[in-house]
């Protein structure tokens, strides 16, 4: 008992542990560039806790994060490496936006439903070329899902400039399409917090998407932890020969896996693009898809883990504002800071898996070799 | 006809020796750490940082050493010589941080090349704005003098190939000589080789299985710097946020595409080079340019699918080496 006592407080410190050690680089790098550390995260801090706005912003920018984290963390789930969430976003948003401003005269209830799942079914089809070369061909899914990034970020770009654009602002330097209608708009949160007494600033664009990403990472860890299917990928993951042996799929299991993971890409630009700006522009957000990583690694692609790792990479982000406004240091620092978390955290998590291991190995020799010292016993 | 000639025309041809380079150098970096076992997603953060310190030690060298008698703007020779050299450092202590962390902790390698790469470009921002205050881009420099062919160059067909030569391409192509040398016929390569085939066999006969990973890694690490390097300093006259475009990515196909050896990358980084020269080129025709530029990376996908020939990684490429579990 005491031995899994130690064991669960040592997972537990390991991303504290990285989280320290991260700390302890990018104070290297702020006293390199002149500044007081510890001033630098005092104010981080005071910035994101005490400003109402601070924590609704935190809460918006976690939210194309959890789906995000989520899609990356379903393909690692099954040994695949999914790095292609940035182009599946990309096309899953611009598909719901063309839904959203193509479609006129449906009520809310159809029109938002239907946007939404037109991106769903955009960022599972982006994902549909590269797990079907990797299962067929096996070409590396690493590769031609960047590749595909590359792609989609042309069509899109293509798309909107050159076909899509809104007529109304031909001639000015914003590229866009036209305003979304009503109907396809995400609802935002602001009134339903009210009522229950929560504050929220009346700019901030806090809408559905985010208690929907919560609903949907609870879901997946409830298939992969209770049903059949999420046996399956536990068994795919852990051993494929014996799953195969097993009669288990596995090209099936991780063909499901990889389009699930597309799916809930094309879900991570929408809280953005329905939620908050109401039409697709040129400046649209990039880069999600590669924190959508950092967040599952954080979350050691734990469905459960994913919306923690994602409000803590919100905290990192909005704090690097506040730090870059009010001190003076560039808010890269803060993206180093979580490239060397991440790196941390890797390393520790590492470690102690392989510590916890070696401890379990030593108590099952310990156990094999009490054994013949009984029969011995009864023998005698 | 006139697609014919917009194909196949001298220019295009120098254009796509010139584009080749960057991708052949890491693409031979890449054959070096993938024949030792290690494989290096991280090889596009590692150009990254070379395009950044090529770039911006050769501004520094530059201005600290002005030329003189010369007019204004002249460069001394020897600044691209430590800008490339100064990309090469940063490429190796940088592909460092990947050996530590795949080899020695043993942690996943796709894990910690992509990380790497969200890394290089956090860094390669902050360091920019730091040197020159803004985070996309250094101030322009100057590379090289370039090289031409003694006879060729007076011919006028054969003149854009024949002049304007930098000398990192002769390098390349050295390097690419020596690194089949180095693998088939000396006793490193034959040690790299073990390690990345059969890792057990090799410790079991008494090589550091370690230390050869950690050296095919820095390896990696020095040529994908050089390819950086000769981006920003060669082609780019300067470095600019995101010139990498993909071509640490588009190398590992092409190492893959030339089943894991040194001449086969040849072949494969040619025919990215000639897509990435026609991306560049083609961009007076009804096809949208948007589609042009991505012809490197749909070539990546074709290629890597195989469409040509079936590929055979080392045996033990990309799992990391246990002494005690194994």
């Known amino acids: 008992m005491s031995t899994r006592v130690r064991l669960g407080v040592l997972q537990a410190a390991a991303p504290l542990l990285a989280i320290a050690f991260g700390a302890v680089v990018a104070s290297g790098i702020i006293l390199a560039i002149g500044k007081d550390p510890l001033e630098v995260y005092g104010l981080m801090l005071r910035f994101n806790l005490t400003r109402s706005d601070s924590v609704a912003a935190i809460f918006l920018k976690a939210t194309p994060l959890t789906f995000a984290g989520l899609a990356v963390a379903l393909s690692f789930r099954v040994n695949l490496w999914n790095i292609g969430v940035e182009g599946q976003y990309a096309v899953g948003a611009f598909a719901a936006a063309l839904v959203a401003f193509g479609m006129r005269g449906l009520p809310a209830p159809i029109h938002l439903p239907l946007a939404v799942l037109v991106g769903v079914a955009s960022g599972a089809a982006w994902a549909l070329l590269p797990i079907a070369l990797k299962l067929r061909r096996g070409a590396h899914e690493v590769i031609t899902t960047i590749m595909m990034n590359y792609i989609a970020s042309a069509l899109v770009l293509y798309l909107l400039a050159d076909v899509f654009r809104d007529p109304t602002q031909a001639g000015t330097p914003r590229v866009r399409t036209p305003l979304f209608e009503d109907s396809a708009r995400i609802p935002l949160l602001r009134p339903v917090l009210q009522l229950v007494g929560i504050d929220v600033p009346s700019h901030s664009a806090l809408n559905w998407f985010l208690p929907l990403g919560v609903v949907l990472c609870l879901g997946a860890a409830y298939l992969l932890a209770r049903t059949r299917f999420g046996y399956e990928v536990r068994a795919v993951a852990l051993n494929p020969d014996a799953a195969e042996a097993a009669g288990i799929r596995i090209a099936r299991t991780q063909f499901y896996m990889f389009l699930a993971s597309g799916a809930v890409a094309g879900l991570v630009g929408l809280s953005d693009v329905l939620g908050f700006f109401g039409y697709f522009d040129i400046d649209f957000p990039k880069g999600l898809g590669f924190l959508g990583i950092s967040v599952a690694l954080l979350a050691r692609n734990d469905p459960l883990g994913v919306v923690p790792a994602a409000l803590l990479l919100a905290f990192l982000d909005r704090g690097a504002q506040g730090v870059q406004v009010f001190s003076g240091v560039p808010r890269e620092v803060i993206t180093i800071l979580q490239a060397v978390i991440i790196l941390a955290i890797v390393v520790g998590y590492e470690l102690v898996t392989r510590y916890v291991r070696a401890q379990r190995k030593r108590e099952a020799e310990r156990l094999v070799a009490g054994r013949p010292d009984v029969s011995e016993g009864e023998g005698g | ?326």
């Open chain 2, 1 to 326: 006809m006139e697609l014919l000639s917009a194909l196949a025309n001298m220019a295009l041809l120098a254009s796509a020796v010139r584009l080749t380079v960057p991708i052949l150098l890491t693409a031979l970096g890449a054959v070096y750490s993938e024949r030792g076992g290690v494989v290096n997603i991280g090889l596009e953060g590692i150009m990254i940082m070379g395009t950044f310190f090529g770039a911006s030690v050769t501004h520094l060298v530059a201005t600290a050493l002005p030329v003189p008698g010369a007019e204004a703007g002249a460069t001394h020779a020897i600044a691209p010589v430590v800008g490339m050299l100064a990309a090469m450092v940063a490429g190796v202590l940088f592909s460092l941080v990947h050996a530590v962390v795949a080899v020695t902790f043993r942690v996943n390698q796709i894990i910690s090349g992509v990380v790497l790469n969200m890394l290089a470009v956090g860094l390669a921002r902050f360091l920019n704005i730091l040197f020159f205050g803004v985070a996309t881009q250094s101030p322009g420099i100057s590379g090289f003098e370039p090289w031409s062919v003694p006879v060729l160059r007076d011919v006028p067909a054969l003149a854009p190939i024949a002049t304007g030569i930098s000398p990192v391409i002769p390098l390349a192509l050295i390097l690419l000589g020596l690194g089949h040398w180095v693998l088939v016929r000396t006793v490193f390569g034959l040690r790299l080789r073990a390690v990345g085939e059969h890792p057990l066999a090799a410790d079991t006969l008494g090589i550091n299985v370690a230390a050869m990973r950690y050296a095919g890694v820095l390896i990696s690490g020095a040529l994908a710097g050089l390819a950086g390097g000769y981006l920003s300093i060669e082609q780019g006259r300067g470095y600019l946020e995101g010139m990498t475009q993909g071509r640490g990515f588009i190398a590992l196909a092409a190492m893959i595409f030339g089943n894991w050896w040194p001449l086969g990358a040849l072949g494969a980084s040619a025919l990215f080079g000639y897509f990435d020269a026609l991306s560049l080129r083609v961009v007076h025709t009804r096809i949208p340019y948007q589609f042009i530029t991505v012809l490197p990376h749909i070539a990546t996908i074709f290629v890597l699918a195989g469409f040509m020939r079936r590929a055979v990684p080392p045996a033990a490429d990309g799992i990391p080496y246990t002494k005690e579990e194994a």
